[in-house]
T-cell receptor, first 113, second 114 residues
Framework: GENVEQHPSTLSVQEGDSAVIKCTYS??????FPWYKQELGKGPQLIID?????GEKKDQRIAVTLNKTAKHFSLHITETQPEDSAVYFC????????????FGKGTHLIIQP | KAGVTQTPRYLIKTRGQQVTLSCSPI?????VSWYQQTPGQGLQFLFE?????QRNKGNFPGRFSGRQFSNSRSEMNVSTLELGDSALYLC???WGQGARNEQFFGPGTRLTVL
């Protein structure tokens, strides 16, 4: 089955700086890669996603890049703000998506004022 | 549009008991998937229901089961509870079947097994 590795597990950045979270996946048949943000006491919130026919996608301060050859994808957050503090999860859907989403272990992003 | 709702939000049970959790998807969504979230194992896929039929299943024992009703609402049941079943149980709804569709999560049900 699919395996998703996520790094780093904790990331502390100064407010206003950029943050980058990286994930690798194992199944070359995976073709959908969403990113979720989870705040304390809440369920994961879909913040951006990318499909395998696209190399990059941007939504305001958030961008995701995908390298199919290397089987890795990354989340970029620019001009970080205190409300960006949360746990971020990457995920992959392999093949027909029959196995559900496979998630990384999460990155705890801390924005230092 | 209302989001995914889950009830109850918190549950405390003892070993050997059974529990039923409920999920109401976003209006118009026909697929409901269930995930278990624990500190050790992270988020793991349990199963997906679409049009009242279980379509996909993760690697969990048969004690974990579910069903979906004609209005797309779904229930998940865990029988003979074990201490290791303590977790946050999340449901996610999507318009179409399969994980390649955008999935929107509810707030989860926190289950504690004593």
């Amino acid at each position: 089955g699919e395996n998703v590795e996520q790094h780093p597990s904790t990331l502390s950045v100064q407010e206003g700086d950029s943050a980058v979270i990286k994930c690798t996946y194992s199944d070359s048949a995976s073709n959908y890669f969403p990113w979720y943000k989870q705040e304390l006491g809440k369920g994961p919130q879909l913040i951006i996603d990318i499909r395998s026919n696209v190399g990059e996608k941007k939504d305001q301060r958030i961008a995701v890049t995908l390298n199919k050859t290397a089987k890795h994808f990354s989340l970029h957050i620019t001009e970080t703000q205190p409300e960006d503090s949360a746990v971020y999860f990457c995920a992959a859907a392999s093949g027909g998506g029959a196995d559900g989403l496979t998630f990384g272990k999460g990155t705890h992003l801390i924005i230092q004022p | 549009k209302a989001g995914v709702t889950q009830t109850p939000r918190y549950l405390i049970k003892t070993r050997g008991q059974q529990v039923t959790l409920s999920c109401s998807p976003i209006s118009g969504h026909r697929s409901v998937s269930w995930y278990q979230q624990t500190p050790g194992q992270g988020l793991q896929f349990l199963f997906e229901y679409f049009s009242e039929t279980q379509r996909n299943k993760g690697n969990f024992p048969g004690r974990f089961s579910g069903r979906q009703f004609s209005n797309s609402r779904s229930e998940m049941n865990v029988s003979t509870l074990e201490l290791g079943d303590s977790a946050l149980y999340l449901c996610a709804s999507s318009w179409g079947q399969g994980a390649r569709n955008e999935q929107f999560f509810g707030p989860g049900t926190r289950l504690t097994v004593l």
